[in-house]
C-alpha cells in the first residue's frame, strides 16, 4: 500500500473511496448452531457477520487470545463476513465456518419444579454452557427464570429444532435471567451459563 493520505489543517475537504467489499461470503444450507472463527496471530482480528444489509453480530477477541469467533444460530441464507484487524495493521488470517453438532442435555425441567444445573466455564459461551431439556404439554404464557447461585451472573437461551427463540442476561430480579413468553406444546432446550463463563451453579425454574 501507497501509505495514508495527507490531511491538512484548514485545507479543503479531502474525498476518499473507502473499502466495502465483504472479506467473505458464505452459504448456511441448514439451519443450527454455527461457529465462525478468525485466527492469526500475532494480529487481533475483528469479524463483523452480515445478512444482505442487516448487521446480525460483531466479535474481537471470542476465540483463543486475541483471535475472532461468533457461535450463532443462523437460518438458511447468503450472509457476509467483513474482517478488520484492530489496530489497522496489515494481517494474514485464516477463516473457518463450521455446523455445530447439538448439546447433549444433562437434565430435564418441569413447569413448577426448580432444578440447580452445574455449568461447567470455557473459553466461549458454548463450553461453558449446560443445556436442560423442558417439554411443554399445555400450552401458555409460560415464564423461565435463571438464577445464579453465589454470585454467578446467568445468561439464557431457549432453543427449538436447533433455532434460538429468545435469549435473555438481566431480564429478572438482580443478575438473575428471565424469558417471559407464550409456548406452544412441544420439546425446548434451555442453555445456561455464566456472564463471564465461570464454573458454578444456576437454578432454572419454568411457571405457567
Not at 54 to 76: K, V
Not at 154 to 172: C, R, T
Amino acid at each position: 500500500p501507497a501509505g495514508p493520505a495527507m490531511l491538512v489543517v484548514g485545507a479543503p475537504a479531502l474525498t476518499m473511496a473507502i473499502p466495502a467489499a465483504p472479506s467473505f461470503n458464505f452459504t448456511v444450507p441448514a439451519m443450527g448452531e454455527y461457529q465462525i472463527d478468525v485466527m492469526g496471530q500475532p494480529m487481533d482480528a475483528k469479524v463483523l457477520l452480515y445478512r444482505g444489509d442487516e448487521h446480525i453480530e460483531t466479535d474481537d477477541d471470542g476465540g483463543d487470545g486475541t483471535n475472532a469467533r461468533i457461535l450463532r444460530f443462523l437460518t438458511p441464507a447468503t450472509y457476509t463476513l467483513r474482517i478488520h484487524e484492530l489496530r489497522g495493521r496489515a494481517a494474514t488470517v485464516q477463516v473457518t465456518a463450521a455446523l455445530l453438532p447439538p448439546m447433549t442435555s444433562v437434565g430435564v425441567v418441569t413447569p413448577e419444579t426448580p432444578l440447580t444445573v452445574n455449568v461447567p466455564g470455557g473459553s466461549d459461551e458454548r463450553s461453558a454452557s449446560a443445556e436442560v431439556t423442558l417439554t411443554i404439554a399445555q400450552a401458555g404464557a409460560y415464564t423461565i427464570d435463571a438464577i445464579g447461585v453465589g454470585d454467578l451472573d446467568p445468561k439464557m437461551q431457549l432453543i427449538q429444532n436447533m433455532a434460538q427463540i429468545e435469549a435473555n442476561d438481566d431480564g429478572g430480579e438482580g443478575n438473575s435471567a428471565q424469558i417471559r413468553r407464550q409456548l406452544a406444546p412441544g420439546t425446548y432446550q434451555i442453555r445456561l451459563f455464566d456472564y463471564r463463563k465461570r464454573p458454578g451453579q444456576i437454578m432454572v425454574r419454568v411457571s405457567l
